[in-house]
T-cell receptor, first 112, second 116 residues
Framework: RKEVEQDPGPFNVPEGATVAFNCTYS??????FFWYRQDCRKEPKLLMS???SGNEDGRFTAQLNRASQYISLLIRDSKLSDSATYLC?????????????FGQGTTLQVKP | DAEITQSPRHKITETGRQVTLACHQT?????MFWYRQDLGHGLRLIHY???????NKGEVSDGYSVSRSNTEDLPLTLESAASSQTSVYFC???????????????FGQGTRLTVV
């Protein structure tokens, strides 16, 4: 099993739709989780951090399910500009190694 | 606000040549990382450093080396470039973790390397 797994998609949704992605992780000791957004041919940029049960920022909600070892990203009222690849990242090994392990990303295409 | 610069942004090189990709950060962060990104594989860790004179191998380190002579720079060297090393390379800086709370990584704009 990979340390961090994501469904690569693509997820094709109409504008205004609600879409959710999951990311499963294998390290049960992980305390922090991150969602990054990556536009085509650009660098990943931090979208949201999750340090406890979840986090919300406008149309974006991240939730953590420790029992099942996954984090989810929910996007409400999708915009065309939300089209991108969404990467989740989980610390590697013990909490203070400083290394992050990334999933391969989930591609979202929002259609008019 | 990445404040981490990579150069060159694009490079084409021939098989067997030595190539060095530069990474420079102005945040004085000890933790720096090199990743490569390929279709179907996501970001894979090549090498990383926790401070001056410290270097460590990552998941896909074969054929690569790094050096850390100062806090600001972590150059990545391909000893003898191979076609399999055609990829997009990202350098990242990362603040020190805060106790049990891990910090996020900030990425440079990437270097697109083609080995022909």
């Amino acid at each position: 099993r990979k340390e961090v797994e994501q469904d690569p998609g693509p997820f094709n949704v109409p504008e205004g739709a609600t879409v959710a992605f999951n990311c499963t992780y294998s390290n049960s000791a992980s305390q922090s989780f991150f969602w990054y957004r990556q536009d085509c041919r650009k660098e990943p940029k931090l979208l949201m951090s999750v340090y406890s049960s979840g986090n919300e920022d406008g149309r974006f909600t991240a939730q953590l399910n420790r029992a099942s070892q996954y984090i989810s990203l929910l996007i409400r009222d999708s915009k065309l500009s939300d089209s991108a690849t969404y990467l989740c990242a989980v610390p590697h090994g013990s909490s203070n190694t400083g290394k992050l392990i990334f999933g391969q990303g989930t591609t979202l295409q929002v259609k008019p | 606000d990445a404040e981490i610069t990579q150069s060159p942004r694009h490079k084409i090189t021939e098989t067997g040549r030595q190539v060095t990709l530069a990474c420079h950060q102005t945040w004085n962060h000890n933790n720096m990382f090199w990743y490569r990104q390929d279709l179907g594989h996501g970001l894979r860790l090549i090498h990383y450093s926790y401070g001056v004179q410290d270097t460590n191998k990552g998941e896909v380190s074969d054929g690569y080396s790094v050096s850390r002579s100062n806090t600001e720079d972590l150059p990545l060297t391909l000893e003898s470039a191979a076609s399999s090393q055609t990829s997009v390379y990202f350098c990242a800086r990362k603040p020190r973790d805060r106790g049990m709370q891990n910090t996020e990584a900030f990425f440079g704009q990437g270097t697109r390397l083609t080995v022909v």
